[in-house]
């Protein structure tokens, strides 16, 4: 009886969050040249979320906003995807998950409408065929663009605002220039959102050239067109929000809202963000050699995880409240830039050393 009393207390002191993103798969039908899932190869852990872990999950979300199905992986490929959306809706949660676009069947499609998703995010790296295929190896523009055309007419026969359609644009060098033509392509697909984000884990040396905020020459001209970008989009009531494309190192702001979300891995580690989550170095526990390193400021450094903790093992109550995660999210509350260099020294490289910090967005 105790017990039964003590989880229902746990469940009743869930966490207030924004969101929760879960992992429900890291199987990907892409190889984009600038994911894990890519360059780690054959040390890449392939794994789905199960169902049952899944259900662990759902009772300790009573004050989070939105459940974002979303992690390193392409969140159709797993089979128990449309369950998982629909346990979210009978508690009473907003659903989202982002996609690469290649499996937005017709039948697909229809299930996202009927089960009300409210968010769906497709990602792009280009406006051209050619940018965009470039890198994102095994992904098709002009497939993603027929399939989104198809959702825009099935919604609309259906009377349907839902999914709500967001597009997700990686900003590169080479792609850059193609961000402005993004604008009308949402209007014609009825996307409600465009988030132009910057390549904040850069996964070697042929991509650093890549990473605008490393232009330094052209920072003004990239803040310039984005401005102009952001106010076109705003004229057809689309909201765009970017990435700073210079390094801002007053900045105390951490771009994944780490004090007010987190994120369960495919295997129920609680992390703070994508950036963290264990199955990044899965390879190493497996192989005992550091398998994937990134680069910082022109430094090579060794991807490290972070976890407070299992679902397998203890509930989000337990694991939000411990004394080391409130300590990390303390840090990230800090009211000025002295302060939060001040609890940097406490915080895990992975931390200290990441772009996010240092791109904000705008």
């Not at 009377?159 to 009308?184: D, R, T, W």
């Not at 052209?218 to 990435?243: M, P, Q, S, V």
């Amino acid at each position: 009886m105790f017990g039964w009393f003590k989880t229902q207390l746990e469940k009743i002191n869930s966490p207030e969050l924004d969101w929760i993103q879960v992992e429900v798969t890291t199987y990907c039908n892409s190889d984009c040249i600038y994911c894990p899932h890519t360059t780690m190869g054959s040390c890449w852990q392939k794994m789905h979320m199960t169902l049952e872990l899944f259900r662990e999950l759902i009772p300790f979300t009573r004050y989070t906003k939105l459940i974002y199905l979303q992690g390193w992986g392409e969140p159709l490929l797993n089979p128990e995807l449309f369950e998982m959306i629909r346990m979210c809706k009978d508690n009473g949660k907003r659903v989202g998950f982002t996609t690469n676009g290649m499996l937005l069947t017709e039948e697909t499609i229809h299930k996202l409408i009927d089960f009300k998703v409210d968010i769906l995010g497709v990602s792009l790296a280009g406006a051209t065929t050619a940018s965009h295929n470039r890198f994102r190896k095994g992904n098709d523009l002009d497939e993603v663009i027929s399939n989104l055309e198809l959702l825009y007419r099935l919604k609309r026969e259906r009377n349907s605002q839902c999914p709500g359609l967001h597009l997700a644009y990686i900003m590169l060098k080479s792609n850059f220039h193609e961000l402005e033509e993004i604008v009308p392509l949402a209007k014609r697909l009825g996307v409600t959102q465009i988030v132009a984000s910057n390549l904040s884990l850069i996964l070697g040396p042929e991509l650093a050239s890549e990473a605008i905020f490393n232009d330094t020459d052209l920072t003004d001209n990239y803040r310039e067109i984005l401005e102009k970008i952001k106010e076109h989009a705003g004229g057809e009531d689309i909201l765009f929000a970017y990435n700073q494309p210079g390094l801002d190192e007053t900045s105390i702001r951490c771009n994944e809202n780490v004090c007010h979300s987190c994120v369960v891995n495919v295997d129920g580690e609680i992390s703070p963000c994508v950036f963290t989550n264990p199955v990044l170095t899965a390879g190493n526990d497996r192989t005992g050699n550091r398998t994937t390193d990134y680069i910082f400021k022109d430094r090579l450094l060794p991807l490290t995880s972070i976890s407070f903790g299992n679902i397998k093992h203890e509930n989000l109550s337990r694991i939000w409240h411990k004394k080391e995660y409130v300590g990390f999210r303390t840090v990230w509350s800090s009211g000025s830039i002295a302060e939060l260099q001040d609890g940097l020294a406490n915080l895990p490289e992975s931390c200290m050393n990441c772009y996010k910090r240092l791109t904000p967005y705008l």
